[in-house]
Every structure is written in structure tokens, then in C-alpha cells.
């Protein structure tokens, strides 16, 4: 099943903003702006559907693609400097597929637009993973044709330099959290923290640093890392997966030797569907129809029931000693500070905070509303929760002003 970017039918042109809520293939390729951006949800499976672990997998092996693109890239770059004319390669078919697939991957070298759909990602995969398959399988046969040796000499060059730089702890997300929430995430992943350097390089960047060329070891490495975090009974951060999933790509990279992403295909469609079924309508719920967390709201809900309990002591107080309706109108305070909560409790939204344009990322910690559709859309509850707190506020002060009072 392909999951589109678009619902009913509205399509949204790249660069424009988004005008309904968006996907969760859209938010994990970091396609949308706060407070639905992938921080915002790498924070709320953290904190809230405490199963981070899913995403994490997720994400390294969406950085395992643009690993092999980059190294696609940067092979078409030594190819086409190296030897200029690929007719005269040893491998026409090669040479060919060489273009056609670099053409596919210099979408996260910097060189074009991520793609839009998964429809789109997968038929990338398929280009990658199929020459990688025959590069691979030349490189073991001792067949290499006349560009594959250019761009290994160059590679081989650069992996005694580079062998301990490519390993460490993965910056990508984690990185962020610290820096704003002041704590580390539990169980960090694993992943080369060096990858998201390769992605965010400009083309001529990448030819100028040796220290930047991904080789075929990198590749293999990074695949065994997945495997070796996630995938393996008993490891580090396991996630559950069908037991044939698990054992293909165990086979695939022990057995085959294969490093192409192709091979994560089926656990990586799991996991999407898992967090696209079970967290991503709460995320939605939390964060484009509401603006508060959990630990909030609960705190919402006991000031308002203590703040309502304390305007209906106070109102009975005044009936019962019979003090004027002017003094009785007090009771207001109490009452709108009690239903103000309780709404806000309800709605999960915070009109206030709503209308100045804010939402709490974690509990006392706000992040600004960035996505202009959210944006009107709290804005539109904001109001229709002012509008209850207004009426009901205004029902309880009328009814204990007016009503006439007795000393007992």
C-alpha cells in the first residue's frame, strides 16, 4: 500500500505550505514545521507512546539509504572525472545503470528535491539497491570493469583514513533534544553520528574532503549496525518484529553479504505501518488539535477542580450570610479560573497559549507554531473554547448573584 502525500484530493506543490494535516511520511522526511515537525514526534514517542526505539530504526535506516546515495554519487563523480568517455568502459550496462541510478541519488547529496511519496523512495531503493547488487557481486568475482576500479582505488585509499571517523553516536535527532530539553533521550541510537555530515555536503565539498568519501566498507558497517542495535534477540534497543523479517535480513548481510537498504524494505513498511496505525492519530490529536502534554493537563485539571470548588464554597458562604449581589459578583474569579482549567482539560488545548501562537513541546518548555494550517486550526478551537468558558462562567455568576439571600 503507498501512502500518499495528499488527502481529498488537494495537492500540495513543493515549497508550499501545507493546507490540511500532514502525513506521517511527510513528517519523518522532515517535509513539515513545528509543532508536527519530527522533533515534535521523536519527543512524543519518547515521552508519551514510550516506543522511540521504532522510530529510531526508522530513521537509521532511512540514513543507511543516504549513505549508499552518497556513495553512488560520489562513484558517478570519480567516474565521470576519471575516465570521461563511458563508452569505453569495460561494462556499457554498467556504466549505464551507473547514470541512471546517480541520477536517483543525488537527492540527498544536495542536488535536488527529497522525494514526495513512497512510491517515489521505493523506486529509488529498487535503482540503488540494484547496482550495489551487481557492483557487489563484480567486486567479489574479480570482474571489475575500468570505472569501477578508478572509483575503488579511491575509495580503498580512504579507509584506512577514515575508519575512525566513521564511527560514534548519531547526531541527528538526539543532538536537538539535548539541547532543548536539557536531558539526553534514553538509550541513544547508534548510529555514525559522521553520516549526517555527508547528506548536508555541497558536491564540490564532497570532492574536496578526502575525509568525506563513503566507501563499501561504510556501507557494509552501517548495515551490520542496524542489524546489530535492532534486529538481533537480546540487543541493546530490539524492537519486535516478525521472525522471518528478522532472520532475511540476518541471512542477507551474514550469509549473502548484501548492504543495499532494499534489504530493510519489509521491516522498515512494519514499523511505518505500526507508528502510522498506533501513535501517529494520538500525535495528530496532541499536537494539531491540542497544544498541552499530559503532565500539564493533569495539572489543569486539579487547579480547576479545587478553583470550582472553592467559588461554589465561596457562593454559598455570601448567600448564607446574606451579603449584597455586589459583593457576590467576586465569586467570578474562582468560577473562571475553575472552568478555564477544566475547558482547557477538556479541549487538551490551552486557549491562551493557542492565540499567542505557541504549544508545550514537554511540561514548562513551548515551542512556536510554525505550520500555518495548525496554526488555524488551534486558533479556530482556541476561540470555540473561550466561547464555553465565557457562557458557562457567566451561567454560574448570574445564578449565585440572583439568587436572593438568607442569614441563617
Known sequence: M?????HGGMIDLPGEPLRRLPTLYEVLCRQTRAPVDLFAFYVYMRDQQ????????????AQHLSLCRLFISQLHRSVLYETPDLDKAGSKRSSQLLEATAAG?????????????????????????????????SHHSGGHHSHKQSGESSASHDTQRTGTEQTGQRSRTNTGLTGMT??????????????????SSSPNEADSSEAHRVTREDLKASAEKVMITYLLPGSEREIILPNATVQGIQN??????????????????????????????????????????????????????????????????????????????????PFSIGVYNLVAHQYT???????????????????????????????????????WIFLVTAALVVLFVFVPGKRL
Open 2 to 6: 503507498d501512502h500518499q502525500p495528499g
Open 50 to 61: 514510550r516506543s522511540v526505539d521504532y522510530l529510531d530504526f526508522w530513521l537509521d535506516v
Open 105 to 137: 541519488a543525488v537527492n540527498d547529496a544536495g542536488e535536488g528535491p527529497a522525494p514526495r511519496s513512497i512510491r517515489e523512495s521505493r523506486e529509488q531503493e529498487r535503482r540503488i539497491s540494484a547496482f550495489l547488487r551487481e557492483d557487489s557481486a
Open 182 to 199: 536539557g536531558e539526553r533521550p534514553p538509550r541513544p541510537s547508534f548510529m555514525t553520528s559522521n553520516l549526517g555530515d555527508y547528506s
Open 252 to 333: 542477507a548481510i551474514e550469509k549473502e553479504g548484501r548492504h543495499d537498504p532494499e534489504l530493510f524494505d519489509d521491516a522498515k513498511e512494519y514499523v511505518y505501518q505500526a507508528m502510522e496505525r498506533d501513535a501517529f492519530p494520538g500525535f495528530l490529536r496532541s499536537k494539531a488539535l491540542g497544544n498541552t502534554v499530559p503532565l500539564g493537563l493533569l495539572i489543569r485539571l486539579v487547579i480547576g477542580l479545587l478553583a470550582l470548588f472553592g467559588g461554589f464554597w465561596t457562593a454559598f458562604t455570601l448567600i448564607f450570610l446574606n451579603k449584597s449581589r455586589a459583593t457576590r459578583c467576586w465569586t467570578i474569579l
Open 349 to 387: 488545548l490551552d486557549p491562551l497559549v493557542a492565540l499567542a501562537g505557541y504549544s508545550e513541546l514537554i511540561f514548562g518548555s513551548f515551542t512556536k507554531v510554525e505550520e500555518p494550517f495548525v496554526k488555524v486550526l488551534l486558533r479556530k478551537r482556541a476561540f470555540a473554547a473561550l466561547t
